[in-house]
């Protein structure tokens, strides 16, 4: 009765610190990671290519990436710390995001090394079931960690990324070009997602404010899809321009676009559209009283 | 608060200084409607420029006023709203429709000038 009360508690307390007894089955970990550290390696690059991980990297990268990151794996187990395996998993990421890996890659590899390293350490101990079993105890929680460090440096890193392409696209945003006098011209290009239509509204309402704008051609033709939202943004603009005085003008509306619109029913009564935008902008000229005239005819012989 | 209306030519002025109440626009709304008639104007201007925000109450007086004064035979013109308002309005479906806008003051007379010369031109055309 008194032992099995004694048991978990002893083994809980292994689990949550790493004591003496746990640090000294580490390091005999780390020794056996070390003496088969060519065998193991070989092992988990070729089931890193056996399970199709890592498709976009060839097999001399995957194997230089594998050495890496054994060896820092082997010192995150050796050493307790994780900063170092973090600063890798940050710089890892950063250099294979580009090439298109994706996160279950990263976690599949993670896992394999993880799987490979476990069936050695049961092949070397399958004689003693005990020792084995408190191997076990040591390497999980650690081995565990390692490869959440891992996948989250991975997601972070990409987020990162998500995050400072955003930002570029924002500041390529769109700009209000004055063509005439009263006559502003707003091209869009991309995509159009609820903040950007925010911004680009107000950024065309100051425009119309600062120039002392009549007439808006907004130009469409970079717009590559539409939905129902899109189309309402572009309702509103209209909308929001008309309040200050302005005209509006959509200028470049695609057939595809054109479909879209009628097909989900979006109601562009209020809006002035014309095929591309040198129409539109003959159009807003119109409006303006201007008459564009060739001053001389061009002559043939030159 | 009172809104002041100005004449000036054939045209009623109310320029708006301050945040109204919604009785002050009802008074608003009836001083310009009886005195479209009283001073013959043909156009009407409200500028509210001063105007930082803007309610669906507000928005529907304006369009009254605009509506009203026109079966009194003058044409109303907002002036003034700013970007920030009108961004605003248009989020919550206050658009004014049928309600002739323009920019600011001097582009609202421009406006009913154009108008009125329209109109006076329709009617040689039709007497023609």
Known sequence: ??????????????????????????????????????????????????????????????????????????????????????????????????????????????????????RSLFAKYQHDFALLNRILDAYEPAANRIATT??????????????????????????????????????????????????????????????????????????????????????????????????????????????????????LSKMTTVGDLQGGIEQAERLLGYKVAIAAPATQDE | MEVPILKQGPYLIASIQSALNDADLRFLRDNLVERVGKMRARGVIVDVTALDVMDSYASRTLRDIAHMTRLRGAETVIVGIQPEVAFAMVQLGLTLEGVATALDLEEGLEFLTRKARAAARETAERAS
């Open chain 1, 150 to 267: 891992v996948a989250v440096g991975f997601v972070q890193e990409r987020e990162r990324t998500i995050r400072e392409q955003q930002e570029a696209i924002r500041e390529l945003s769109t700009p209000v070009l004055q063509v005439r006098d009263r006559l502003l011209i707003l091209p869009i290009i991309g995509v159009i997602d609820p903040q950007r239509a925010r911004q680009l509204t107000e950024q065309l309402l100051r425009g119309i404010r600062a120039n002392r704008a009549k007439v808006v051609v907004i130009d469409i033709t970079g717009v590559a899809a539409m939905d129902s939202n899109v189309a309402n943004h572009l309702v509103q603009t209209v909308e929001a321009s008309r309040l200050l005085g302005a005209t509006s003008i959509v200028t470049g509306l695609s057939p595809e676009i054109a479909q879209t619109l009628v097909n989900i029913g979006v109601d």
């Open chain 1, 1 to 118: 009765m008194r032992k099995a009360a004694v048991a978990p508690a002893k083994q809980q307390e292994g689990q949550s610190v790493i004591g003496p007894h746990t640090a000294a089955l580490l390091r005999e970990l780390v020794s056996h990671l070390r003496e088969n550290r060519t065998q193991l390696r070989q092992e988990w690059a070729r089931r890193i290519t056996e399970a199709r991980l890592l498709t976009a990297m060839s097999t001399e990268e995957i194997f230089a990436e594998a050495t890496s990151v054994y060896d820092n794996y082997v010192e995150a187990l050796e050493t307790g710390t994780f900063e170092a395996l973090q600063a890798y998993a940050r710089n890892l990421s950063e250099r294979i995001i580009p090439r298109g890996v994706e996160t279950h890659e990263v976690v599949g590899i993670v896992l394999l090394l993880r799987d490979v390293l476990a």
